[in-house]
T-cell receptor, first 117, second 112 residues
Framework: GAVVSQHPSRVICKSGTSVKIECRSL??????MFWYRQFPKKSLMLMAT?????????EQGVEKDKFLINHASLTLSTLTVTSAHPEDSSFYIC?????????????FGAGSRLTVL | GESVGLHLPTLSVQEGDNSIINCAYS??????FIWYKQESGKGPQFIID?????DKRQGQRVTVLLNKTVKHLSLQIAATQPGDSAVYFC???????????FGAGTRLTVKP
C-alpha cells in the first residue's frame, strides 16, 4: 500500500545547528503534505501545510523562518529546523493524503525524533 | 481552538475485555471523523472513519459510534489484546478547512 517515509527517524544535534527532515511519498504523488509536531504525552499539533511548487502555509504561532519547509517535488517535502535549540526537541511527523477512495484519510510517516543538546 | 477533545487521558483494561474510548467535538468540527492509533515512537495509523450521515460503522474488532445530538463519538474495541495498547486519537477536519485536527488522545493499556 501507499507509504509515507520519513528520514531520519532519530537525530541528535548541537544547539545552534540546523537539521533537515525529509518526507517522501512512496508510490504516489502528493501535491500537499502536512507537518505535525508532537510533544511527549501530547497530541499532534499541525505546524504547516507544505504545497508543491509554492510556499508553505504555517499555522499561527509557528515561525516560518525557524521551520523552513520546501516541497520541491511531488514526492518530497523537507522540514529544516534552523538554529535549533533544546526547546525544539520534539517528535516531528509528516503526512499526506493518498489519492483515490478514502483520500480524506491522512497517511502518516513514522516520525522523526529530534533531540537538541 | 481544538475542535475535538477527549474525556479521559488514560484507560486500563483487562485482556479480553471490551474497550470504549470517547471523544467529544465542537460545532467547528467537520462531518467526517477518523480514529487513529499511535504506538510508542511511531506515527499514527488509521483505524476507522465515519461520516455524519452514519451513526455506526464497524471494522474488524472495532466499532465507531457517532452521536450527533450530543456531539460525541466513541471507539469500541472488542476483545482487547495486548497489541491494542497505544494512544488513540480522534481527528476531524474543521469546517471549511483542509487541515486535520487531533484530539488530546487516550492512552490505552491492556493488562494481561
Amino acid at each position: 500500500g501507499a507509504v509515507v517515509s520519513q528520514h531520519p527517524s532519530r537525530v541528535i544535534c548541537k544547539s545552534g545547528t540546523s537539521v533537515k527532515i525529509e518526507c517522501r511519498s512512496l508510490d504516489f504523488q502528493a501535491t500537499t503534505m502536512f507537518w505535525y509536531r508532537q510533544f511527549p504525552k501530547k497530541s499532534l499539533m499541525l505546524m504547516a501545510t507544505s504545497n508543491e511548487g509554492s510556499k508553505a502555509t504555517y499555522e499561527q504561532g509557528v515561525e516560518k523562518d525557524k521551520f523552513l519547509i520546501n516541497h520541491a517535488s511531488l514526492t518530497l517535502s523537507t522540514l529544516t529546523v534552523t538554529s535549533a535549540h533544546p526547546e525544539d526537541s520534539s517528535f516531528y511527523i509528516c503526512s499526506a493524503r493518498v489519492p483515490g477512495p478514502g483520500a480524506n484519510v491522512l497517511t502518516f510517516g513514522a516520525g522523526s525524533r529530534l533531540t537538541v543538546l | 481552538g481544538e475542535s475535538v477533545g477527549l474525556h479521559l487521558p488514560t484507560l486500563s483494561v483487562q485482556e479480553g475485555d471490551n474497550s470504549i474510548i470517547n471523544c467529544a467535538y465542537s460545532n467547528s468540527a467537520s462531518d467526517y471523523f477518523i480514529w487513529y492509533k499511535q504506538e510508542s515512537g511511531k506515527g499514527p495509523q488509521f483505524i476507522i472513519d465515519i461520516r455524519s450521515n452514519m451513526d455506526k460503522r464497524q471494522g474488524q474488532r472495532v466499532t465507531v459510534l457517532l452521536n450527533k445530538t450530543v456531539k460525541h463519538l466513541s471507539l469500541q474495541i472488542a476483545a482487547t489484546q495486548p497489541g491494542d495498547s497505544a494512544v488513540y486519537f480522534c481527528a476531524a477536519y474543521p469546517h471549511n478547512n483542509n487541515d486535520m485536527r487531533f484530539g488530546a488522545g487516550t492512552r490505552l493499556t491492556v493488562k494481561p
